[in-house]
């Protein structure tokens, strides 16, 4: 449960486009965004370290999200207004080149920068809220135990966005949300603060992101490393079309795996 908090941003932040947004579009988009937290009631919904997520109904764009995402302290405000601002602005804009591309992700509104001239205070990052989904390790937790057509249907969504040339570089079984309530469920990817686009499908890239995937899931306990077989098995199938690297690349993504629960073992030994 998150404690009540206000979300405060004044006229002078400097606005980012979706690139596949027109100018005249973004401007009526803008001058809703702009006055989100003086019309309307803002309700912080998540925070973690530096970032948190504001929820917030707007009379024309819906239910937004807006996620923030703090700089603080002198130096580190310095380090991402110049020396990093391409970190400091790589979510929003690999989120919306890979919307544009035809990725699946919450619809990207737009983004705000609260600087001055000599730091980068905050990122302001403005998205579609969807209701009523859940992360992809609450969905598999409340499927226990998945069935084959659970890991066929998640391994063409990661497979197609993969296929865009994304490589997600921090996933989690967390960055993906499950929407449900149809039929078939339909997968989002988010969280691009790690992420690049890649001219086609990188296959060395897709298995670190598939392992990381499956080593979450395994840490929350929601997989045993037999389902999570059956899922390397799965995806590969449909990843890879001969046999030889089929077999290469589930032993990647096994080795992947297992480098990943060595630095978590050795993460809970340096905690303790």
Known sequence: ????????FGEDLVWLKPSEMSADEFDRVRSR?????????IREVYRANRRSIFVVDDATLGCVAI????????????????????HATREFRVGAAFEALGGRTP???GAALDRTAFGLRRVLLFIRWLDGVETLTEYLARRDPPRSDDFERLADALIEAARLG????RHSSD???VDSSGATPVFYTIDFAFSRLRPGFDGDGFVRDLARIAHWLWHEQVLDPRTIDELFECVAARAWDVPNER???????Q???RRWQIVLDKGRVAAG
């Not at 077999?247 to 993504?253: D, F, H, P």
Request: aromatic share 10%.
């Open 1 to 8: 449960m998150v404690s009540a908090r206000t979300l405060e």
């Open 255 to 257: 080795r992947e795996l």
């Open 107 to 109: 619809g990207i509104l």
């Open 67 to 86: 996620k923030e995402m703090r700089h603080e302290g002198m130096w580190r405000r310095f380090w991402f207004r110049y020396a990093r601002f391409g």
């Open 166 to 169: 994304l490589v997600h570089g």
């Open 247 to 253: 077999a290469q690349r589930v032993s990647q993504m």
């Open 175 to 177: 960055n993906i949300l």
């Open 33 to 41: 965004l702009s006055r989100l937290n003086r019309d309307s009631q």
